[in-house]
C-alpha cells in the first residue's frame, strides 16, 4: 500500500497562508500525488494534483520537492471554509492499485 | 454537484437484515470504487471495478459483495449486518486507471445499524 506521512492537526488563522506538509517517501516515478480533503459529513472533493513540477489552481498550490519524497500543500489565505481534513495520496495508477487513505491532517482555522 | 449520485443519503435498518447501496458514477467514467468511513477507521477501500470488471479487493468483508452493471452504476450489498457495519459508504469514480486522473467522490450513503 502506498503510505504518506502528514502531521495529525494544524491550526491557522483566517486570512493567513496555509503549509500542510506532507511525506511520501515510497513514491514510485510514474506516482502523481493527489491532494484532497473532507468537509464533515461530506465526500472527500479534489484539491490539486501534481507529478514533478509545481502546480497552482484556484484553491491552491502544489510544491513537490526534487526527489518527490515530499511535498507542500499551500492555502495562500485560509477561511473558515477550509477547515478540513486534508489527505496526500501518491498513485500509480496500476491495476489493482487504488486511492489509500491515511488519517490525513485536521485543518483548523480560527477567526 | 460532483457528478457522482448515491442513493439512499441515508438508511437505518436492524441488525441481521440486508440492504443495496447504489452509486452512478460520473457522466463516461469507467472505474467506481467503494469505501466505508467509520468513526474509528477513517476511510477503508472495499473494492474496484472497471468497466464491469473486479479490479481491487480491499478489506471487505464476505458478507459485503458488489457488482457494476453494463451501463456502468454499480451497487454494494451488505447482508447480515452488525452494528459495526453503521458508517458512512462512499463511492467514487474515475475515467480509467491512468494516475494522472483522479477520483470524484459521492456525497456517501449513511447507514446506521440498530
Known sequence: DAKTTQPNSMESNEEEPVHLPCNHSTISGTDYIHWYRQLPSQGPEYVIHGLTSNVNNRMASLAIAEDRKSSTLILHRATLRDAAVYYCIHWGGNYGQNFVFGPGTRLSVLP | ?114
Do not use: M
Open chain 2, 1 to 114: 454537484d460532483s457528478g457522482v449520485t448515491q442513493t439512499p443519503k441515508h438508511l437505518i435498518t436492524a441488525t441481521g437484515q440486508r440492504v443495496t447501496l447504489r452509486c452512478s458514477p460520473r457522466s463516461g467514467d469507467l472505474s467506481v470504487y467503494w469505501y466505508q468511513q467509520s468513526l474509528d477507521q477513517g476511510l477503508q477501500f472495499l473494492i474496484h471495478y472497471y468497466n464491469g470488471e473486479e479490479r481491487a479487493k480491499g478489506n471487505i468483508l464476505e458478507r459485503f459483495s458488489a457488482q457494476q452493471f453494463p451501463d456502468l452504476h454499480s451497487e454494494l450489498n451488505l447482508s447480515s449486518l452488525e452494528l459495526g457495519d453503521s458508517a458512512l459508504y462512499f463511492c467514487a469514480s474515475s475515467p480509467w486507471t491512468d494516475s494522472n486522473y483522479g477520483y470524484t467522490f459521492g456525497s456517501g450513503t449513511r447507514l446506521t445499524v440498530v
